[in-house]
C-alpha cells in the first residue's frame, strides 16, 4: 500500500472545515478512489480555540502558516486563508521551497503572483492546483487544462461570482438594494474577507484572468481587465431590464482577437430567456467554445463550503493519484505576453442619466451621442418632478471606443445631475 498523502491545511474558515469535513466522512471512498490514505497531518488558523463545528484536537496545530507549510510531516500544503499577499503567499512560496505541492482557493493571490509562483513551482518540480479558485465547485479548471486541451480556445465567457448573483437576483425577487442584501450573501458563507472585492467585480475579474491564461496560454493579467462592479445597479435598471426582456448579470468575457487579448467583467443584459440569464441565486455558469468541441456549458454551485471544498478535494485527490499538470496548462515559462484589446464586438448598451429638467437637457445628450456616432433605438423619459428627469436611452450597436468617447461627452454638458450609468446587452 503506497504511503498516505499528508496534509497540512492552512485556514479553517468556510473552505477549510468543508474540507476538513469531506476528509472525515469520505475517508474510505478517497482512498478506494486513489489508492491511498488522505490524512491530516496539521492544521492553522488565526484563533487555535474557536469551536468549528469539527473535532481537530487529533491534527497537529500551528500558529504560524509558514511554519506548517515546511512541516516534515507535510506533503502538500493547502492554502485556505485568502488574501493576495501576506502569509498566503509567504507560506506558498515556503511551501514550494520545502518540496511541498500546493493546492489553493485563492484567485487573488494567483491573479496577482500566479505567474511567479508557478515558475517556482515548476522550476522545484512542484504542483500548485487551484480548482476551487475559478467558480467554486465547478471543475471549469479541469475542463480547461485536460477535457478541452485538444482545442484551440476561441472565447470563454460567463457569470463567476455567487455574491453578486446572488445579489442581483434577489434585488429583484425581493425588492431590496444590493447593500440588505450582503448580510444573507456572508450568512450563506459566498463573500470575500473584503465584499468589495465580490461587488466591485474584482473577485471575478480575477477568476476570469486565470481562466483566459489556460485559454489562451497567456500569463496571466489581471490589470489589462476592463472592470466594473455591481455597486451602481439600481432596482430602476433592474425593472428597465425586464421591461425589455433582459436580466442583468455581473458577465465576464475572454478572447484572442486581431487587435490581442479581450478581458472583460462588467455588468451586461442579458435576454432573460437564455441560460445566462436563467442563472439564480449562487449558481455560476462558464460557457467555453472550442474550435473542435463547439459549445460547452457548464454550471453549478460557485461559493459555499460544499461545492468549493469538492474543487479542493479534486485538486487533493489528483496529486495522490499522481496526475500532475502545470499550473496554467503549460509550462510557465512558455505562457506569453498577450497585448490587451478593447472589447471589440460592437453592441447595444443601456444608458440610465439623471438629467437637469430644463429646454433643451436632452438635445444635448442626443447631440454627444451624435457626435460619437451612437445612435439611438429607443429612449423614455419617465416619472419625473419639475427639477429632474430619468432619462433611458437604448442605443443601436456601437462600439466600447464610442460609447467611451460619448461618457467623457457628457462630461462636458451642464445637464447632467449624475454620472451616467452605461450598461452593454450582450448578445449570446
Ligand atoms: P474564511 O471563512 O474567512 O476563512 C479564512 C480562514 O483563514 C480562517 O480560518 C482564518 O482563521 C484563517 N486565517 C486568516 N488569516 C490567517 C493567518 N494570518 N494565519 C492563519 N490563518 C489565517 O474564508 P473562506 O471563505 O474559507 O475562503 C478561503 C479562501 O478560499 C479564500 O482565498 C477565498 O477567496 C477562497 N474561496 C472561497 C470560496 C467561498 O465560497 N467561501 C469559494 C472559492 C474560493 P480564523 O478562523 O481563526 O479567523
Ligand atoms: N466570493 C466568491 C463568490 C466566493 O461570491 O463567488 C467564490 O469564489
Redesign the pocket.
Given at each position: 500500500m503506497p504511503d498516505p498523502l499528508r496534509l497540512g491545511i492552512a485556514g479553517l474558515g468556510t473552505v477549510g472545515i468543508g474540507v476538513v469535513k469531506i476528509i472525515r466522512q469520505h475517508a474510505a471512498v478517497l482512498e478506494a478512489r486513489t489508492g491511498r490514505k488522505i490524512e491530516i497531518s496539521a492544521v492553522s488558523a488565526r484563533s487555535k480555540d474557536k469551536d468549528r463545528g469539527v473535532p481537530l484536537t487529533s491534527y497537529g496545530w500551528e500558529d504560524d502558516p509558514v511554519a506548517l507549510a515546511t512541516r516534515d510531516d507535510v506533503d502538500v500544503f493547502v492554502e485556505l486563508m485568502g488574501g493576495s499577499d501576506g502569509p498566503a503567499k509567504a507560506a506558498t512560496e515556503a511551501a514550494i521551497a520545502a518540496g511541498k505541492d500546493v493546492v489553493t482557493?485563492n484567485?487573488a493571490m494567483l491573479a496577482l503572483y500566479g505567474q511567479p509562483l508557478a515558475e517556482q513551482a515548476e522550476n522545484a518540480g512542484r504542483v500548485i492546483r487551484f480548482e476551487?479558485?475559478?467558480?467554486?465547485g465547478i471543475p471549469v479548471v479541469k475542463a480547461l487544462t485536460e477535457g478541452l486541451a485538444g482545442n484551440e480556445i476561441q472565447r470563454v465567457m460567463g457569470v463567476?461570482?455567487?455574491?453578486?448573483?446572488?445579489i442581483l437576483t434577489q434585488m429583484q425577487d425581493t425588492r431590496q438594494g444590493y447593500n440588505a442584501l450582503f448580510a444573507e450573501?456572508d450568512k450563506l458563507g459566498?463573500?470575500?474577507a473584503d465584499p468589495n472585492?465580490?461587488v466591485g467585480g474584482i473577485?471575478?475579474g480575477h477568476?476570469l484572468a486565470l481562466l483566459a491564461s489556460i485559454a489562451f496560454g497567456t500569463q496571466v493579467d489581471f490589470d489589462a481587465i476592463e472592470l466594473e462592479g455591481i455597486q451602481n445597479i439600481t432596482l430602476e435598471d433592474i425593472d428597465a431590464a425586464q421591461d425589455m426582456g433582459y436580466k442583468i448579470k455581473l458577465l465576464g468575457v475572454t478572447q484572442m482577437t486581431g487587435r490581442g487579448l479581450e478581458q472583460r467583467m462588467s455588468p451586461c443584459l442579458v435576454p432573460d430567456s437564455s441560460p445566462l440569464g436563467q442563472l439564480d441565486g449562487?449558481t455560476?455558469m462558464v460557457v467555453i467554445e472550442g474550435d473542435q468541441v463547439g459549445q460547452i456549458v457548464l454550471r453549478g454551485a460557485?461559493?459555499?463550503e460544499g461545492p468549493?471544498a469538492s474543487a479542493v478535494m479534486s485538486d487533493i485527490l489528483d496529486i495522490a493519484r499522481g496526475i500532475r499538470v502545470s499550473t496554467f496548462g503549460q509550462p510557465a515559462n512558455t505562457l506569453v505576453t498577450a497585448k490587451p484589446a478593447k472589447a471589440t464586438t460592437p453592441a447595444p448598451y443601456y444608458l440610465r442619466m439623471m438629467l437637469q429638467d430644463k429646454p433643451g437637457a436632452l438635445a444635448k445628450v442626443a447631440s454627444v451621442l451624435g457626435e460619437a456616432g451612437i445612435s439611438i433605438d429607443r429612449m423614455r423619459q419617465y416619472g419625473h418632478d419639475n427639477t429632474s428627469a430619468p432619462v433611458l436611452i437604448v442605443t443601436h450597436k456601437t462600439t466600447r471606443d464610442s460609447l467611451d468617447t460619448a461618457l467623457k461627452g457628457f462630461e462636458t454638458i451642464d445637464v447632467m445631475e449624475t454620472a451616467p450609468v452605461a450598461i452593454r446587452i450582450e448578445q449570446l
Open positions: 482557493a484567485k476551487a479558485a475559478v467558480a467554486g463567476m461570482n455567487g455574491t453578486c448573483n446572488y450573501a459566498y463573500l470575500e472585492l465580490d473577485d471575478a477568476k449562487g455560476n460557485g461559493a459555499g468549493t
